[in-house]
């Protein structure tokens, strides 16, 4: 985000726009390549706030001060580190910040949600400049947001002599607020997660079954599960969160490829006879011959009593028929439970998940990954009758303030890298104005390596994280 009225010059300089009248309080600038919309109302509101309480601030600051000085070196090893020979390595690296994977697929709803998340994490960004400028006794010209080329941003502009005349530990203050408030916001995001269920447990149980949000058209469950239905056990286990439910599919996953590699293997040394197929003990079911009268036979009867080399190998008596279950690699075989509540008898509440007309019951037959990340499922699960809104409010507040913590961290990292046009390049430029033993032109020539090296392996950092990793994708 841009703070300084020299960068608004820059723009200026770059584009040429046609003025457009917007009102005292407002002014909008246009062009081909360039829009934005200027706001004056929260001018003196702004200015007042930081000159009443200007001590308190000035120490608030400085606490910020410090943290984004040293978010600027903890985002240039971020960026060294990309050079990693593991492309793994980087993925998490953006998975923990961005909240998913270069390779996700970003749906309609969630664009949705990373563009109020950024509507709000700018102006808290926008409001920690002006605030830090207001308690050095600096008033903004204007609060700005534009749109260049399709980035979208935010500014706040400045009289940039005034700015240059400050003490560099002042100008660190100002130019250090905006990420410093991002990182608090952070804070409060995790905190407000953490408490959720707390807030939230007068309408609403958490971590006793999963409850379906969503079953997009193109998931293999859907017409199988409907939105408020509520998941009991997964394979006869019982999972209590979203987190869970992947793991656990994971799990089986991992556990039907092993079973499936084995009986392959097996398979290899079974006799087959011209009587109904004989396997070994150990991996064999003994099934009702009446339940499965109608699969393929192998051969015209039983094993007879001469074959007594044969018989000693079936288990099975002759109301049975001795099978040994094999799957094709990549494929399982999952049961999944689930309590159905679109209608309101089973909607009601206290019904025994055991006894009731509503449980439900299918075997998935496919690959239990993707299936796993198909359908959207909640740990809320409402105590009343509510809505489809109702219902899923628990779930939208979560992904609220989720990717709000990922926006404003994303917000805090882009903002202290040492590239032009963003507040990196201000930190850095005032920050080497602390070494009163480098000449002007040392510092000038300093600022200049470390943006265009900043700005290279920013580049380099973005092909890197953004295109590699597209070949396998998941929605988001």
């Known amino acids: ?277 004989a396997a070994h003990a150990e991996g064999s079911v003994c099934l009702d011959a009446k339940d499965i009268v109608k699969l393929n036979k192998c051969g015209d009867g039983w094993v007879t009593t001469s074959d007594t080399d044969i018989k000693s190998d079936c288990v099975c008596s002759q109301g049975e028929s001795c099978l040994q279950a094999m799957q094709s690699p990549g494929v399982s075989w999952t049961e999944i439970t689930f309590r159905k509540t679109s209608s309101q008898d089973c909607s009601r509440l206290g019904q025994d998940f055991n006894t009731s007309s509503c449980l439900g019951t299918f075997v998935f037959v496919g690959d239990l990954i993707p299936m796993s990340r198909s359908v959207h499922l909640t740990a809320y699960q409402p105590r009343w009758r509510f809505n489809n809104f109702g219902k899923s409010f628990p779930d939208i507040l979560q992904k609220s303030l989720t990717c709000t913590f990922h926006v404003s961290l994303a917000l805090v990292l882009l903002n202290s890298l040492p590239v032009y046009y963003l507040d990196g390049e201000s930190i850095l430029e005032s920050s080497l104005q602390s070494f009163t033993w480098l000449s002007p032109r040392k510092k000038k020539t300093a600022l200049r390596v470390c943006l265009v090296g900043g700005s290279l392996l920013s580049l380099f950092a973005v092909f890197k994280i953004f295109l590699i990793g597209l070949p396998q994708s998941r929605q988001w």
């Open 1 to 277: 985000m841009e703070i300084s009225g020299r960068r608004v010059r820059r723009f200026r300089m770059r584009f040429r726009r046609d003025h457009l009248a917007g009102g005292d309080n407002m002014e909008n600038e246009a062009s081909c390549c360039y829009c934005d919309f200027k706001i004056f109302n929260f001018n003196e509101p702004i200015f007042r706030i930081g000159r009443r309480f200007s001590g308190v601030m000035k120490i608030w600051f400085s606490i910020g001060l410090g943290f984004g000085v040293a978010s600027l070196l903890l985002v240039t090893m971020f960026l060294l580190l990309q050079f990693h020979p593991n492309p793994l390595f980087s993925n998490r690296l953006t998975s923990a910040v961005f909240g998913f994977s270069p390779s996700t697929l970003v749906s309609l709803s969630g664009i949705a949600y990373v563009f109020v998340s950024t509507v709000i994490t700018v102006s808290v960004h926008e409001l920690g400049h002006a605030l830090a400028a207001a308690s050095e006794g600096i008033q903004m010209e204007y609060i700005a947001v534009f749109i260049a080329a399709i980035f979208p941003g935010g500014l706040v502009a400045f009289d940039h002599d005034v700015l240059q005349s400050l003490p560099s530990f002042s100008a660190l203050r100002i130019y250090c607020a905006g990420i410093w408030h991002n990182a608090v916001f952070c804070t409060l995001c995790v905190f407000a997660l953490f408490l959720l269920p707390l807030m939230l447990s007068p309408f609403y149980k958490h971590g006793e079954s999963l409850t379906v949000v969503d079953v997009p058209s193109m998931s293999p469950l859907f017409g199988y599960l409907s939105p408020g239905d509520v998941i009991v056990s997964l394979d006869g286990i019982q999972v209590h969160k979203p987190s869970e439910w992947l793991e656990l599919a994971a799990i089986l996953d991992k556990q039907n490829s092993e079973t499936s590699n084995a009986s392959l293997y097996l398979g290899g040394s079974r006799r087959f006879h011209h009587g109904k197929d």
